[in-house]
């Protein structure tokens, strides 16, 4: 259970939040021209040294983790024929559902994820209306609520698990 | 708050949580959740746990004292 991929899996999506977080730095200030005349219709973006270094690195690395993700939800696949999970699956894989001990650890860590939401989605809002905050930002508010649920609900989680194991 | 004797007497017939959960079908985890009384069984299971550790439910759950009298 412990190497269970579901238990696992808020850790790989803070991964790759923090990675898209990485990658919309290196894209927030890129010179863009847009060309539109008779003879031509083109879209240039430009990237400085630094941040196409960085957009560069973070494609490279996100390619990389999807292939080694896609290779664990498929190992978990075979492993555990009974409980499958689709990479296109709407439900959050992460829920652990196989009893009613399961679903009650999960009940708790969903409410307390619920709780975050109710609070920093609001206060986002709020502060985006208020104040005159850079693209960048808002994107990186969203990105931390993202990251925050994750954490949020591993750490419930883990906290049973680790209980149960002393 | 709900006490239980779970762990004692799956250690009398000397079962695993494991062995206890196959049993009952469910997993070792929700055993050992149950055993330090972190969640309470629904009916079904406290029914199942008491005929795969062969007593009665009563027997084998019930509500503490204090909290019993109160109400």
Not at chain 1, 79 to 106: C, F, H, V, W
Not at chain 2, 14 to 41: C, H, M, N, W, Y
């Amino acid at each position: 259970m412990k190497n269970d991929f579901r238990l696992n899996y808020p850790l790989w999506m803070m991964a790759f939040i923090l990675l898209l977080g990485v990658l919309a730095f290196g894209l927030n200030s890129p010179i863009t021209e847009f060309v539109n005349t008779e003879n031509e219709t083109s879209f240039t973006i430009k990237l400085e040294a630094l941040e196409g270094f960085l957009v560069f690195c973070s494609i490279l690395l996100y390619f990389a983790m999807l292939v080694i993700f896609m290779a664990r939800l498929k190992k978990h696949n075979k492993e555990n024929p009974s409980q499958k999970i689709s990479p296109l699956a709407i439900r959050p894989p992460e829920y652990l559902e196989q009893d009613e001990g399961m679903t009650y650890i999960t009940r708790k860590a969903v409410q307390k994820v619920y709780s975050f939401i109710t609070l920093a989605l609001p206060l986002l809002a709020t502060l985006v209306i208020l104040l005159p905050l850079p693209k960048l930002l808002i994107i990186y508010g969203i990105l931390a609520i993202a990251f925050g649920q994750y954490l949020i609900y591993y750490l419930e989680v883990r906290k049973h698990f680790k209980e149960e194991t002393e | 708050m709900l006490k239980n004797r779970v762990k004692e007497l799956r250690a009398r017939y000397g079962f695993t949580q494991s062995d206890l959960g196959k049993r009952v079908d469910v997993t070792r985890q929700t055993i050992a959740f149950i055993e330090k009384g972190e969640f309470s069984p629904s009916i079904t299971l406290a029914l199942k746990l008491a005929d795969a550790l062969e007593t009665k439910v009563d027997d084998l759950f019930w509500l503490e004292e204090e909290e019993y009298n109160e109400k």
